[in-house]
Nanobody, 121 residues
Framework: QVQLVESGGGLVQPGGSLRLSCAAS????????MGWYRQAPGKQRELVAT???????NYADSVKGRFTISRDNAKNTVYLQMNSLKPEDTAVYYC???????????????WGQGTQVTVSS
């Protein structure tokens, strides 16, 4: 079983910044992909950004140049630095982690509980 604990959401004015964190714990032997998704009211959950073990990243077009995803492999933690926030960034942000469990290398994928980000003046 893999547990994800998210933190860092909140209320911020347009143009402001927030940093989200997601720490993974459990009996996994490797984490391959870490990412962030978001879901706004009345909309489907959408990809925000992902980062793989080697450091390659992928971003939604809507956040390119404003958001930066990073990971600390020693802490099994993924971060999302969000700058120049806009009201349309308002959503619940979910951490997603995929990898393999110990000892049989079973593939797993886990979601965090979600953290609210509200961008409003």
């Amino acid at each position: 079983q893999v547990q994800l604990v998210e933190s860092g959401g909140g209320l911020v004015q347009p143009g402001g910044s927030l940093r989200l964190s997601c720490a993974a714990s459990g009996s996994f032997s490797s984490i391959n992909v870490m990412g962030w998704y978001r879901q706004a009211p009345g909309k489907q959950r959408e990809l925000v950004a992902t980062i793989i073990t080697g450091g390659n990243t992928n971003y939604a077009d809507s956040v390119k140049g404003r958001f930066t995803i990073s990971r600390d492999n020693a802490k099994n933690t993924v971060y999302l630095q969000m700058n120049s926030l806009k009201p349309e960034d308002t959503a619940v942000y979910y951490c997603n982690v995929a990898g393999r469990m110990f000892p049989r290398a079973t593939v797993f994928q886990s979601w965090g509980q979600g953290t609210q980000v509200t961008v409003s003046s």
